[in-house]
């Protein structure tokens, strides 16, 4: 059994380097679409280069903190899902990355809309909606977890103490 749980740990790995290496390429490919606006004269398509360049960037945080959390979670600490207050933390953790994520794009989008097309101004209000739902989603998950963190006080205390182990 102990040796399943080293290949977990191992493909867990192989999917936080594959994260970060994606958020690296983002990052990359942010820099390029920066880049581009060197010596271009200032203006509506100066700022979409950099406004899309905010958009990679977005993604690229998001991978690069998956891959972190990961990496933090499942090979670190070895914790398994299967402990409640692991799960919780892991969630709030993952939406709170999501959501600031999908803010950027929200802006990216509308700013997009704005100076392209007004007819995907309807797609960048949708965006708006659905990250509002995202984060009052993630509330209501906070708010009902909270009763049940004060239930189970001992793995509350147990998930601290592992994070002081963290470096």
Do not use: C
Not at 121 to 128: F, Q, W
């Amino acid at each position: 059994m102990k040796f399943l749980l080293h290949l977990y740990a191992l493909a867990h790995a192989l999917m936080a380097a594959l994260f970060a290496a994606a958020s690296l390429l983002l990052i990359g490919q942010a820099a390029g679409a920066a880049w581009a606006v060197v010596g271009m004269p200032l203006g509506t398509r100066a700022a979409q280069h950099v406004i899309e360049a905010m958009g990679l960037l977005a993604a690229a945080v998001v991978a690069l903190q998956v891959s972190q959390t990961v990496v933090e979670e499942e090979v670190v600490r070895a914790a398994h899902m299967s402990a409640p207050t692991r799960a919780r933390r892991f969630l709030s953790r993952f939406f709170v990355v999501v959501l600031v994520a999908l803010a950027i794009e929200t802006l990216v989008a509308t700013f997009k809309a704005v100076h392209e097309s007004l007819d995907h101004l309807l797609y960048a209000s949708l965006l708006v909606l659905a990250t509002g739902a995202l984060l009052a989603s993630w509330g209501v998950f906070v708010h009902l977890n909270r009763s049940a963190e004060e239930l189970e006080p001992e793995a509350m205390k147990r998930a601290k103490e592992e994070d002081a182990k963290l470096p």
